[in-house]
């Protein structure tokens, strides 16, 4: 039993750089073993405590009180005059980080987002993805460089890649960072050593340091190649990528996490386009990929389930291959698999969302006609001075509700029926080019000056 038991809600003296605060032992030990205040009063890693001692801590007494009253209260208030980024620095110090980025945004809710922050981007025009991390922060591809941020939003040291332009980004962890790259025109090295730029390779979030390569061989040869979307399957700790190479080597390279090897490759079939893709999503309740390869990538649109297993095998296939090209014609542009792991939602370049019942082969779009708003928002567009929209709209799934973007706007639509229940409208960045969720928040790409807005849940009102 640790100490903090035995002295049930005995008083505890705190001296934090002068300043002397009591408490209980229930309230310190409330912080958990693993922090720095819940060790100290834990007999199995301070057997020597003095329940009638004064412990002196040479910190901040004002961050002090404010990581405290969360202890007490389970509610942050931060006074006027106090930075957020120095609370969070001493919240690092006794572990409280966690803490503090609970209290300050509620679990999230595509009803309830509020704009916390607007971050100016580098260099107008040439962002291309965001990607939320795990704790909060993320990541935005400009070029031939990956600019990370923090939860609070600062920027941290860049990746660079050479100037080889990036086609996709991922978290491998909150510290990990995988980026995908394009190989640059005129490479002529075929031993997967890089010198293109093109590839998979991990980052360190924190540094920007390169941590990995990771190479594809062919027949065992190294081949270098060009990578485009990433995914991840946590439960067996493999990245994916769409691939292409220089010999119609196209399709989805497998790396094993722990070891850094290439572990398979599913080649491109007949009928099938892989090494396109722009998006791949892993479904943990059928263990298969989808494979998205949409227009205007491609003259037509590809979505595919794969699996894996030994004998590696498309399981259900879909395209719009064979209509009409023209713009006048529907054509999905993005795709998500919903939740549930039976249907997957695809929107046209038209805003309208169509389904896709994943049960069944070969099945029809069932579009779900969105033309009034689609149009009204294209008036609005039209008035903002970008009626030459640039940004096609895109999916994400998250918390059993389906979100959109179309033109400066992010659309949230929920229940079975996704019914529209919320707009989101930020900056004035002009239109969304790309979105992420992740970290209890959205993050928002504006195409026109590189802004990336950041949406989050207030934490719930106090009674």
Known sequence: MGMAAKTGRGRVRLNVGGRVFETTADTLASAGRDTMLGAMLDASWNAGHDPDAEYFIDRDPACFAVLLDLLRTGTLHLPPGLPEPTLCREALYYGLLDRVRAARAGEFDGDRLRLAASVPGRAPGDGTAVRAAPDGGCCVAHGGAVRVYNWLLE??????????????????????????????????????????????????????????????????????????????????????????????????????????????????????????????????????????????????????????????????????????????????????????????????????LGFLDLRKNAGGVRWSSRSKLAGKKKKVAAARGYEEETCYPKLAAHGGQLFASTNDTISVFSGPDHVLTSTLRGSGGGAICDFSIGGDRLFALHNEENVFDVWETPPPAII
């Not at 090295?189 to 010198?195: I, T």
């Open 155 to 352: 920027e941290r040291r860049p990746v660079y890649l050479d100037h080889a332009p990036v086609n996709d980004a991922a978290y491998l962890d909150a510290a990990t960072l995988l980026v995908a790259a394009r190989e640059r025109p005129g490479n002529r090295r075929s031993d997967g050593g890089g010198g293109g730029g093109g590839g998979v390779a991990a980052f360190s979030a924190l540094t920007g340091d390169l941590r990995h390569r990771f190479r594809v061989a062919h027949w065992r040869q190294p081949r270098s190649f060009t990578a485009g979307a990433l995914e991840l399957d946590a439960s067996s700790n493999r990245v994916f990528a769409s691939c292409k190479g220089r010999l119609n080597e196209y399709g989805v390279g497998v790396w094993d996490c722990a070891t850094g090897e290439q572990a398979d490759f599913f080649y491109e079939p007949p009928g099938c386009a892989l090494g396109d893709a722009d998006k791949l999503q892993w479904l943990d309740a059928t263990s298969t990929l989808m494979v998205a390869t949409m227009f205007p990538r491609t003259d037509a649109s590809f979505l595919t389930l794969l699996d894996f297993r030994d004998d590696k095998s498309v399981v259900w296939s879909w395209t719009d291959a064979g209509t009409p090209a023209s713009l006048e014609e529907k054509r999905a542009v993005h795709a998500v698999v919903l939740e549930d792991g039976r249907s997957v939602c695809v929107v046209n370049q038209y805003d309208d």
